[in-house]
């Protein structure tokens, strides 16, 4: 499952909530999602963080994170699930905060959050344990559309090891700049930052939208070359389609989905992944620009 609250902040002051949850059936081939929207500051709770936005709510107290969304009638799909916070999370660029031309990011995860709750989908509601990847990630930076964007991964390792990459492309869809972080199994070594030089995403085939049209990497070769590191994994998706359309501009219109890890050289599987790609739709003008004829 993926689910997001997205904030943004006007200069005018005004406050507006986009949250969107996507469910995948693996089994099936099919990719569920929908949206909401809140404008508005949201009034403060008992715990330290509480959100809802048209419904759909994030809690988090001193010792986790609590999530619920469902959609449709008779909740045809959602999550409601218990995380459970680790010690300490996974630093980005090491200090949890990084800058660049577009602005300033404080960043951080939790990769590995133990989780327990149900999910739902097409009106069967199960009991399910796991782990959840978490992402925060808050500041004032700007982010460009197409063909601006980026590729992020966000991968878990069956040896318990984590990894983070993430590169980014400019208003020319030229690479500019990439970083990554890595735990080891059971956060040892603790957060370690990788350069742009010390691995390399190759994309190894496209997928084509049938949505928006949008052209999407659909499979990379990832090699990892830092000081007692060495990776050379294969990522495809579970499912093609996994593109969120719901509760965006689309000109914001992102593709996130869940992934097999596989190692390069055997094709045995090795890990599963969380993939994020932006900036790859190219909406269609105003109206009043169109060719009349």
Not at 232 to 240: G, K, Q, T, W
């Amino acid at each position: 499952f993926h689910f997001v609250i997205f904030q943004a902040m006007s200069q005018g002051g005004v406050t507006t909530y986009a949250s969107q949850l996507g469910v995948t059936d693996v089994r099936q081939s099919r990719h569920v999602q929908s949206a909401r929207i809140g404008v508005g500051e949201q009034p403060v709770g008992a715990n330290l963080v509480d959100l809802n936005v048209g419904g759909w709510s994030l809690s988090i107290d001193g010792s986790g994170h609590t999530i619920a969304a469902a959609e449709g009638p008779q909740a045809q799909f959602g999550v409601d699930l218990r995380l459970e916070r680790p010690a300490a999370p996974m630093l980005h660029n090491g200090i949890g905060w990084i800058g660049g031309p577009s602005g300033w990011t404080y960043y951080y995860s939790w990769p590995r959050m133990p989780a327990e709750g149900t999910v739902t989908l097409e009106g069967r509601t199960v009991p399910v344990t796991g782990e959840v990847w978490m992402d925060h990630q808050w500041g004032d930076f700007f982010v460009l559309g197409y063909p601006a964007g980026w590729q992020w991964f966000a991968i878990q390792l069956d040896d318990g090891s984590s990894l983070m990459l993430q590169e980014f492309r400019d208003i020319e869809g030229k690479p500019v700049a990439a970083f990554g972080t890595f735990a080891g199994a059971g956060g040892i070594p603790a957060s370690q930052t990788l350069r742009a030089d010390q691995y390399s995403v190759q994309v190894l085939d496209r997928w084509r939208s049938p949505n928006t049209g949008a052209e999407y990497p659909s499979r990379w070769a990832v090699n990892v070359r830092a000081p007692q590191l060495g990776l050379d994994l294969l990522i495809e998706p579970v499912v093609a389609d996994q593109e969120i359309t719901r509760g965006v501009l689309p000109s914001a219109i992102y593709w996130e989905g869940k992934s097999i890890v596989r190692d390069g050289t055997t094709g045995q599987v090795v890990g599963r992944a969380y993939v994020e790609l932006t900036g790859y739709v190219n909406p269609p003008g105003p109206q009043w620009m169109a060719d009349p004829k």
